[in-house]
């Protein structure tokens, strides 16, 4: 199976519901992380791209629905979904992120897969507990990428992937996990294999 060209992602829209996406045609991944996790780096990192998805200092700038095709074809694509968790924003509209998350993951057809990004510092937070239990009632592919993982000594960092799994073990067969340093490019090639098994099904 030929590799994608994730150098060729181009930023397609934005959207604040499910109902301004893009028509629900062709095959995406959407990543999905807890506001600080590094989710941004992750996606620029995977795409060889400096700026592609915005990073910034304060967590949670991301509060729209981001979409990016790749290459010409714009019937693949890559996803960004809304990170929350350390945004200084109201209650409501935390609410109201989570209600157009679920919304996006429970209805959108063409979706082929969710990246759950967690610091592996941190991982398994409430946030990603949530996301899984979507996924699992919709019977959504997840891989989870543990990022920073040079923060850590190479022995702890493999020690915290084990922990997740064993947490996972139920999940096994939907969900699967990996560390990941956007730093050190640690991972790249395996998210991107699993992204072009996603991606070019179907």
Known sequence: MPSLNYQTARFLTSAP?????????????AFAGRSNAGK???INTLTQQKALARTSKTPGRTQ???????GEETGRRLVDLPGYGFAKVPEKVKLEWQRHLGEYLRGRACLAGLVLVMDVRHPLTEFDQMMLGWADEQSMPVHILLTKADKLKSGAAKSALLQVRRRLQ???DLVSVQL???????????ARARLDGWLAEG
């Open 180 to 190: 990941f340093s956007a730093l050190k490019r640690e991972g790249v090639e395996e």
């Open 17 to 29: 519901t499910l109902a301004q996406c893009p028509p629900d045609e062709g095959r995406e991944v």
């Open 64 to 70: 729209l629905i981001n979409f990016f095709s790749l």
């Open 170 to 172: 139920e999940w096994e």
């Open 40 to 42: 941004s780096s992750a």
